[in-house]
């Protein structure tokens, strides 16, 4: 098949390699022509696993970048998956989508033959059917018996993006047009998933009622590890016991400094947002996020009993992305600690296998190192903010500091001396 992917993102550039693994042709439409020339030379704008290997095979034979959206007429599916950021009342903003959407319609009106336009991105419920249906038919000038439309949100997590794209636990695809939905399972193929066929809006409601609850399970994760710390337990032994039961299923349990990245908190966000449209009150999904904002400023309160005065302290930070394995930094919990410690006067200098570039973008005005030794040589403290594995093999560097205060916000640390945010 002829496939077609508008935005090369996270999503859409892992979605492209791996539709062309799958045996497909497929065009890839960016706007960012910088990034269009680095895909088209096989290199990868963003870090994921296995992607820049995937990448090379396909580039130049079934892949090609361009930012040129009259090149998807030759293909017969389109997948939508530019961003939707939040606006600052927290509902999606899907300016990017009308636009995108519009100039797929101006695209197809050159076509002549059916042609299927899929939405990937993360959009709230009716968004499909009100927003891109309508824009699409109006600039193309045709019907919806020329236009097929789907909503087939993706599941993948940064830093397995790969994997989980080829091994997803379901395939969803909403739509109540049969030619379309079919279209877009057979772009499948070859990967072993249940599909599940839902009307459009519903297909929307599951991908963000699913990332509302594991946003949940890691902010009820996160108060009872608050409980925890009080009372001198562990919480992750706590959580091994409660996770065994069939019912509850031990991922996402995992307490500490909360979730971040570009999808939990601004989709539980416009999911509150969409609730309180219907005069629904989401008591349980403020909570969430409640939870969420406050756990960053735990391991900071941990930081301020151990070191009384912080001012002038070098204070090593380990982990900057959101999450391990990503280079990615958009809401990432670091932020919000490093910005703590920087108005309290520390000297933070900040250690990421993979994030120092894309986090001397948000904050240019920390020391950011080579390698953990380095931000640790003669600090009087540091926190690990994210799960990256190397730093789970760290022990004699911390002979490095100044002072052994050794504060652990994701419990990756194997020593023995580092205190946890909640164990
Ligand atoms: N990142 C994830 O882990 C993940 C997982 C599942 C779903 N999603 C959802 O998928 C969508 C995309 O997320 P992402 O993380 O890939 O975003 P991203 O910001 O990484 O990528 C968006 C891309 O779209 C491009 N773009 C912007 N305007 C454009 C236009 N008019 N035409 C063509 N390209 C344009 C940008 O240059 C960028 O490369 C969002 O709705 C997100 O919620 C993301």
Redesign the pocket.
Known sequence: MRISI???????LVSATCFADLGHSVIL????ED?VDAINCGKPP?YEKCLMELLSSHVGRDLRATSDYGSLVSSDLTLI????PPLPDGSADLS?IE??SA?IGCALKEKETYHVVAV????PPGTTQNLVMPTVLKHSGKNASKIGFVMN??????GL?VQDFMNPDRIVIGSSNELASDTVESAYRGIDAPIVRTGLIAAEMI?YASNAFLATKISFSNEIGNVCKKLGIDVYEVMKGVGLDHRINPYFLNAGLGFG???FP??VSALIHLAERMNVNPVLLRSVIEVNEQQPMKIVEILLKRVEDIKDKRIAVLGLAFKNDTD?VRESRSVLVIMALVSRGALVAAYDPKANVSMRVILPEIEYCESASQALTDADAVLVLTEWSEFGDLDKEFDLMRSRVIIDGRRVLSCKDAEGICW
């Open positions: 508008v935005g090369g993102g996270y999503v859409g439409i960016d706007i960012d990034k963003i998956c530019v961003g939707t990017i636009s995108a100039l990937k991105s993360t959009v949100p993706e599941f993948l997590r940064e993006a991908k990245g570009s999808c601004k989709d990615d």
